[in-house]
Every structure is written in structure tokens, then in C-alpha cells.
């Protein structure tokens, strides 16, 4: 896909947004750092490599200029979404990346991990809401186990993450999709050989609670 039309992508997600002149211009000013440094190169499609190396060097070059933590949690926001409707997310995972208390910039390791996972949903014919749904809920999964890298993804221990499921479980009413799409994002990165044991057996989907985790963990263990 060429710069054209995700600008034209980005646009129609920002109209949907609703959000301020102002605030609009961020993320088109994002945009066009990385259409820029993409044209100075003669390259009219995206190159993750070059996108990764202009938003590390655009975030260092705020914080050596003394710019204060808002501000730069806020570019890594809006990268962070950028880099989402780079990779073809729908509108919804864009809204929740924005609106979302998880969305901050993720590891590119890490990212690929939620991208790789949101084309297979895709292949199982979820609508985009329900993609959207199950993204939103694997990126607060990562935030209650403090997550940012691959490394730590792969550190990750049985016991850690009935201690997470149990911990979302009390904080939830509704459950059951929740642990669904934590369940078939560990599936995921057990097949795709990211994590070596197969840790979605910890949860059972069909009676989601906290005390029913605990009985799988010989499964993997």
C-alpha cells in the first residue's frame, strides 16, 4: 500500500475521531515525518526497519531537547497508532489505541506479536469489531504482567499468568470473550514458536473462573 492511499486511511479514521484541529495535525505531522523519510529514499511503501529507526530518533531527539514526559508518552501514543493503521488495523483498533488506557508504544518484537495474531484472527472470519475486542484485551493482558519486550514475553511463567487471569477475573463481571482472546493469543505464540510451552491451556473459556486456572498448570508445567 502506498503512502496516497493510507494518508487518505488515516484521514477517514481521523474524521470518525472527531477530534480537534489541533490534535488532528499531530498525527498527520507523524505521518508525514514517515511519508518524508520514506520518499528521501525513493521508497513508496512502508519499511518497518526505517519506520522503527525515525520514531526512535524523533522520541530521543524530545527527550534531549528537555521535552516533559506528557508530551512524549503523548508522540508514542500517536506512533503508536500511526504504526497500526500502517499495518492495516481497522477503525475500531485505531479508536481503542487512542482512547485506550493500554496503548503505549510497544516493543517491535512485541508489536509484531499483535499483528502477526490480528491477521489470524482475520483468517478465522471475525469481523473487525471483534478483532478490535480481542487485541484491546491481549494489550491489557501484557499490561497487568508488565510486558513491554519479547524477552519478557518469553520469561513468562505458568504460574504468573494465573496470577494475571485471576487478577482480570475479579476486576471484570463479563469474562467469557476476554479470556477467549487471551487464550487464543497464547495459543498463538505457542505455535508460532514465540513462547516454548503451550500456556493457553491455563485457561478454560468455557467456565471462566479464577479457581479453574489453577488445576491446568500440571498441563504445562
Known amino acids: 500500500m502506498g503512502f496516497t492511499y493510507l494518508r487518505q486511511v488515516l484521514d477517514s479514521y481521523l474524521v470518525r475521531l472527531g477530534n480537534t484541529v489541533t490534535t488532528n495535525n499531530e498525527y498527520i505531522s507523524a505521518f508525514n515525518l514517515l511519508e518524508k523519510a520514506h520518499h528521501a529514499i525513493n521508497l513508496e511503501s512502508l519499511d518497518k526497519e526505517l ?50 488506557k493500554y496503548s503505549s508504544l510497544l516493543e517491535e518484537g512485541l508489536a509484531l506479536t499483535i499483528v502477526g495474531y490480528r491477521d489470524y484472527l482475520y483468517s478465522r472470519k471475525l469481523n473487525p469489531e471483534t478483532v478490535a475486542y480481542y487485541i484491546r484485551y491481549v494489550k491489557k493482558f501484557l499490561s497487568y504482567a508488565n510486558i513491554s519486550s519479547t524477552n519478557e514475553l518469553r520469561e513468562i511463567s505458568a504460574k504468573k499468568i494465573v496470577d494475571i487471569v485471576s487478577e482480570m477475573l475479579r476486576e ?38 479464577p479457581e479453574l486456572c489453577n488445576y491446568s498448570i500440571t498441563k504445562v508445567t
Open 51 to 100: 519506520t522503527k529507526q525515525v520514531i526512535e530518533a524523533r522520541i530521543s531527539y524530545l527527550r534531549l531537547s528537555g521535552a516533559c514526559n506528557e508530551r512524549i508518552r503523548r508522540l508514542e501514543r500517536v506512533f503508536n497508532s500511526i504504526i497500526l493503521m500502517l499495518n492495516g488495523c481497522s477503525y475500531d483498533e485505531f479508536y481503542y489505541s487512542i482512547r485506550g
Open 172 to 209: 471484570y463481571a463479563s469474562v467469557s470473550r476476554k479470556l477467549t482472546a487471551i487464550r487464543y493469543y497464547l495459543k498463538w505464540l505457542f505455535e508460532h514458536k514465540e513462547i516454548g510451552q503451550d500456556f493457553s491451556l491455563l485457561i478454560d473459556f468455557r467456565t471462566p473462573r
